[in-house]
């Protein structure tokens, strides 16, 4: 008989969640749900406990656990409310897999005590690596935790490298769709950028901070940073390639120059079963790919013109705590462009400040983060009064 890969599911509510759980919901005889975890999307979360009879549900907004408890009174589900509960719940011993895609730097607390506990981690929450990539990955050897990606361009890279161990890794190339400003030449262009505009992306469906990252090209830099710690390969030695089809999503070359590469459709339910299923590969009856009907092409990314996947590449190369103050400022910038206070090109202005302002520390803790993510959030909300 088939032991049932336990799963938590941290974002349940969102993009990559509500996917994961229509692959649980497809394969239940591979797949049991243990935990839900949601920020304040309670209408969802009480319809997906009552759907997947989870053990324990976790609403993050304290001020919804009211609602959700009374919603699921009936229940034996127990409801627990707050960022510790969510901390304490990955832990469970009927916890095999936690699945992070909280959105976010809220996704690195509970990432950090699933590894700590030696849980499989298949991580969706970029932001973990791109603020404490060392700190993970020296936890997660540490401890025995295993992380998939579930990123598509991670995935990809991942599953590239299965079967590589000890043949020497020469570039990561990590393809990106560009984003629906692809075709822009001028500054004029962006600074008139709108909302909904941004919230457009051309091939892929997801939560609306990383389709703006995705616009901004910013969510090909936090990328990059994963990579670097995924992955240990140089900055200089991951380079970005537009690939505007989304079919190829990523390749690795050799040092006897072979190149290769994961293709797929732009679903990611795929990378998601991929991760889930421990590399075992999940059967589906998606479409499938018709190379007849595609057309692969490639372009240099325009940093000067997009700018955050400079500033990826910088905060990189700063070290130490820089890569918690870009996603601390990019995660106001976004917040502010979706409100409306902020244009499209400004929030490059204000992740740029926000670097420029800061003195790298090359040793931290989860304490020091903290404080700094709440101090570089306060500073930039400051800035934001001061910037067009």
């Known amino acids: 008989m088939i032991q049932k890969k336990r799963i938590a599911v941290l974002g349940s509510t969102g993009s990559i969640g509500t996917q994961a759980l229509e692959v649980v919901r497809s394969h239940r005889e591979a797949f049991e749900v243990t935990v839900l975890v949601a920020r304040r999307s309670t209408e969802l979360l009480i319809a997906q406990a009552l759907e997947f009879s989870p053990d324990v549900v976790v609403i993050s907004d304290e001020a919804y656990y009211p609602e959700v ?5 009936h229940t034996s589900i127990e409801v627990m409310a707050g960022s510790e509960a969510i901390a304490e719940a990955v832990v469970r011993p009927d916890v095999d897999i936690v699945l992070t895609a909280m959105v976010g730097f809220s996704g690195l607390v509970p990432t950090l005590a699933a590894i700590t506990a030696g849980k499989t981690i298949a991580l969706s929450n970029k932001e973990t690596l791109v603020v404490a ?5 020296s936890l997660a050897t540490r401890h025995g935790a295993r992380i998939l990606p579930v990123d598509s361009e991670h995935s990809a890279i991942y599953q590239c490298l299965v079967g590589e161990e000890g043949n ?20 004029e262009e962006l600074e008139a950028v709108t909302v909904e505009a941004a919230l457009r992306h051309p091939n892929w469906s997801m939560g609306a901070k990383v389709t703006i990252d995705s616009a901004s090209l910013m969510n090909k830099g936090l990328e990059m940073i994963e990579a670097r710690w995924l992955f240990d390969t140089p900055a200089e030695s991951i380079e970005v390639l537009v690939h505007p089809q989304s079919i190829i999503h990523s390749m690795v070359e050799f040092a006897d120059g072979s190149i290769k590469a994961q293709l797929g459709q732009p679903d990611m339910r795929l990378p998601i079963s991929y991760a889930l299923g421990l590399t075992e590969r ?20 325009n940093m000067e013109l997009f700018p955050n996947l400079a500033l990826a ?16 400022a990019n995660e106001i910038a976004v917040e502010a462009f979706l409100a409306g206070k902020l244009g499209f090109r400004a929030m490059s202005t204000l992740i740029a400040q926000a670097l420029e302002a800061h003195r790298p520390e090359r040793s931290y803790d989860l304490q020091l983060l903290s404080e700094l993510d709440a101090a570089v959030r306060a500073e930039s909300r400051e800035r934001l009064n001061h910037i067009r």
Request: glycine share 8%; proline share 8%.
């Open 168 to 187: 020497p890794l020469e570039r990561i190339l990590l393809t990106a769709s560009g984003g629906p400003f692809r075709s822009y030449k001028r500054v």
């Open 69 to 73: 408890r009374q919603a699921l009174s």
């Open 282 to 301: 999940v059967s589906n009856d998606y479409p499938r790919l018709n190379f007849l009907e595609h057309t692969f092409t490639f372009e240099r990314p």
């Open 133 to 137: 990539g060392e700190l993970i990955m």
């Open 313 to 328: 590449y910088r905060a990189l190369e700063l070290g130490g705590t820089a890569p918690c103050v870009l996603n601390a």
